[in-house]
């Protein structure tokens, strides 16, 4: 496995598949001051990983806007990594390039979307659905029937109740409540949430 970027999101998806058992070939990162991440050397930046052909890449990039233009110029390459310790129901669905970490929670009928990361502890209820490129942070827990559209990050700890609507490219803030609807771009904190501005769309 391939995997691009070398932060702290890097750190963990290295160990997730470190837990799997499956053989780390090389990591790239665009920073050229990072020689190497829990002992494996850096190969080069991205586009020095282009030149060459993989199979299996995981994208370990926490900004959902930089995954997706990573993730479109790789034509769908792309391999999903999925803590052993995580619960995911056989009855869910989880789209290429996601990443899922220890304790997450998917269950049953639940749809995850292409290179998204749900994140430790988090939890994704029954009948829920997930664009591409959406982040669920740590304890964050969405209930059941809840929808969050493409590219939008939920803060650590929040909570969404049942059958909420979120709009792409929104962020929902650290320990918000959402309790009604979420526009597109939206920002939202506190409890319950609101509005308090919008994202300029990219």
Request: glycine letters at 12%; proline letters at 3%; a neutral charge.
């Amino acid at each position: 496995m391939h995997i691009i970027g070398a932060s702290g999101h890097a750190k963990v998806i290295v160990d997730i598949l470190l837990e799997l058992g499956v053989e780390i070939s090389g990591i790239w990162d665009e920073n050229s001051r990072i020689e190497a991440l829990m002992g494996y050397p850096i190969k080069g930046n991205f586009e020095a990983f282009k030149k060459i052909q993989v199979e299996n890449v995981i994208i370990a990039i926490g900004n959902n806007t930089i995954r997706k233009r990573i993730s479109l110029e790789l034509a769908g390459n792309s391999s999903v990594a999925i803590h052993p310790k995580a619960v995911i129901s056989r009855f869910s669905s989880v789209g290429v390039g996601t990443v899922i970490m220890a304790n997450a929670t998917v269950n049953v009928s639940a749809l995850i979307g292409k290179h998204s990361i749900i994140n430790t502890n988090s939890s994704v209820d029954h009948d829920c659905i997930l664009e591409d490129y959406v982040h669920i942070s740590p304890q964050a827990g969405l209930a059941g029937n809840v929808f969050v559209g493409e590219g939008t990050h939920i803060g650590i700890g929040a909570s969404v109740i049942q059958g909420v609507k979120i709009g792409k490219w929104a962020n929902v803030g650290a320990g918000a409540v959402v309790i009604r609807d979420v526009p597109d771009y939206a920002v939202v904190v506190g409890n319950p949430g609101k509005v308090i501005r919008y994202n300029t769309p990219a």
